[in-house]
């Protein structure tokens, strides 16, 4: 243990020389200190440089490819029918009335008393068949046995074979009720149930399709009126809901389609429709989307406006350094980006579309100059802020996947080198200031045994005139 402020016999501020002596000691590794803060200060400013450079491009890849110009539909009532666009579309205002939309039957059974009551009678054919089918497409048969010849056995069966119908249980009151719905719009797509009871394979058998045993969930209309309601054939559940196209007249033509979704009248325009519009013709209007391009040339502004003032900041000014002042990555970066409103492609620039830089490299964007020239030349337009955006991404890769990370790499390998001479110099410090508190330490002992033999020469001296004085 080192002493404490003072030599205890020399009265020496120890600590204070030690203090002193260290200080001069540790100058070496204060420098080495510094400088890797200066790495690491390097370090963090290229990371916000990537991540300036990151968001740049980004928006650089937003000025690509052929759907930079899209399109836009607008319904007068969303509430009605809303539409999406696709970049075939063709400028256009289309008038549309709908008479209703298309829907999915739903039918229900007759009353059980409980979700656990038996459907089939299984006294005699002990495995029973439920054969379901939508439309046209390929029936599901279903087994029904005493693992699940329940309501709820039955619902749960008819779900679990996929046959395009939803089966839930709804007590209504007066029981409980089985109600199956198709999964599919329009009357294409309505619902027949056969029965085989007797297990043989053939359905709707004499016997079949009576209100007893598994019979009571039969349902094969031969026919339906207009409204869509069936009126005969076998029809031992009961329609709730009725299986209808929609019905749609645009610009005067009537359409019919077995979906709400519609894509295929309207070239590029995709259709949804959600109520009938109450007698009332609407317009849906498709035209070109130029807030959407316009808003991507914003975005690009500002990124790039976000990189310069990090650049700047990097570089620093005459009033003070930045952390990258020397940094050739950063004024190569700088370089490249500066002049970029000045690069023509197809005889057109950065300017002629609105684009442009004060005498402070601030950039901004003049959405009606650039309305202008859109109108007058959208492929032109479209072709040379797909050039510009071509031509600098190959280069910011560069910089974003390989110079800079490199760099950093490099600056860290650095400091992990400073890291481990400054441990060993810590080391060493540490070994020294032991070595001098030692010294210290001996040096005081020794002023201590001078001190105590002064001491004594003294009193032996005293004791001498005090003999010859007696005398």
Known sequence: M?????????????????????????????????????????????????????????????????????????SADNNVFSASVATNAASATYNIKVNNIASAQSVHSTTFTAETGEVADLSVVTSQKLQIQIG?????????????????GVKDAINNANAGVKASILNDGTGYRLVLSSTSTGAS????????????GTFEEAGETDMTGLSKLAFNP??????????????NMTQSWAARDASLVINGLTIIKSANTINDVITGVTMSLKKDSAGSTLTLDVSTDTDAVKAKINSFVMTYNSLVATIKNLRGSATG?????????????????????????????????????????????DSAKFDGKLSSDSNSVTSMLNETATGLETTL???????????????????????????????????????????????????????????????????????????
């Not at 490249?336 to 002629?352: C, E, I, Q």
């Open 2 to 74: 080192g002493l404490a402020t003072s030599g205890i016999y020399s009265g020496l501020d120890v600590e204070s020389m030690i203090k002193g002596l260290m200080g001069v000691e540790r100058q070496p590794l204060v420098k080495l200190q510094t400088k890797e803060a200066d790495y690491q200060a390097k370090i963090s400013g290229l990371g916000s440089l990537l991540s300036s450079l990151s968001g740049f491009k980004s928006s650089l890849g937003a000025l690509k490819g052929s759907n930079l110009i899209s399109m836009k539909a607008v």
């Open 136 to 152: 046209s497409s390929a029936p599901v048969t279903i087994t029904i046995d005493s693992t699940n010849n329940t309501l709820t």
């Open 189 to 200: 797509n309505r619902i027949v149930i056969r029965v085989d009871e007797d297990n043989n």
């Open 222 to 235: 031969t026919s339906y009126d207009v409204d869509g309601n069936p009126i005969a054939g076998v029809i």
């Open 321 to 365: 350094k930045g952390l990258l002042r020397s940094d050739s990555t950063v004024s190569l970066i700088y370089a490249g980006v500066r002049g970029l409103t000045a690069n023509t492609y197809g005889g057109l620039s950065l300017v002629d579309l609105g684009v442009s830089t004060d005498k402070l490299g601030v950039m901004s964007f």
């Open 397 to 471: 890769d560069s910089y974003i996947k390989t110079v800079i990370p490199d760099k950093q790499s490099g600056y860290r390998q650095t400091i992990k080198t400073i890291t481990s001479r400054g441990l060993d110099m810590e080391s060493r410090l540490s070994k020294k200031e032991k070595l001098l508190r030692k010294k210290f330490e001996n040096l005081d002992q020794q002023l201590a045994q001078l001190q105590g033999q002064g001491n004594y020469i003294t009193q032996l001296q005293a004791q001498m005139k005090s003999i010859g004085g007696s005398r």
